[in-house]
């Protein structure tokens, strides 16, 4: 790419478009969530859709932060991984509407940290991919709450606007555990 390029690579505008693309399906399905929800429901899908999400939001962070080989710490991070999702699925006390915040803006998170992320490999900034993502991740769920004032049968909802930080927040931080484990299996077998 030239000097003059928006993006340091090809990955990285991609994922910047996948990113952008997440956001603009989050937005445009606030009208519609309950509408949708109710249909799963009356299919009795709700649940089963959820879970599917939720193995595929495990799938975008597995992917972000291992890329090739697995080894046997890698799978001890990627078993706690789904083991704390797991329980905060338990744990929480919210309808399977509620909880999709934990996948939505799991993947923004993990898709704007991977953009950043290619971006610092190309030195193109210098700053924490990571705080940056969550930053950024935290900043559209915000925006996603604003947007639903103005949504008939919508409210806004602080504690929603925290879920989804959290959410971003906990895919990066896991997408960050299992490179550490990956370096860590490196720096082992180097030894």
């Keep these: 790419m030239t000097s003059m390029s928006l993006f340091s690579s090809d990955r990285e505008r991609r994922l910047w478009v996948w ?20 249909s799963l429901r009356d299919l009795d899908m709700l649940v089963n859709s959820y879970i599917l ?8 962070i597995l992917g972000s932060g291992l890329k090739r080989q697995i080894g046997r710490y890698e799978i001890w991070v990627t078993l706690g ?3 704390v999702y797991g329980m905060l699925m338990v744990r929480l006390f919210l309808s399977p509407e509620e909880r999709t915040h934990l996948f939505e803006y799991g993947l923004v ?25 969550i930053v950024v991740t935290a900043l559209l769920g915000w925006l996603d709450e604003g947007i639903q004032v103005i949504l008939p049968n919508r409210v806004f909802d602080i504690r929603d606007v925290g879920f989804n930080a959290l959410a971003g927040l906990m895919a990066i931080l896991a997408s960050l555990l299992l490179a550490w484990a990956k370096n860590f299996r490196r720096n082992v077998q180097t030894d």
């Design 109 to 133: 998170g993990v898709l704007i940290f991977q953009a950043l992320a290619e971006r610092k490999r190309h030195a193109r900034q210098n700053w924490a991919p990571a705080v940056i993502a």
């Design 53 to 60: 999400f939720l193995i595929l939001l495990i799938f975008a």
């Design 19 to 38: 990113a952008l693309l997440t956001v603009v399906a989050i937005y445009s399905t606030l009208g519609l969530q309950g509408k949708l929800a109710a």
């Design 81 to 83: 991984i789904i083991a």
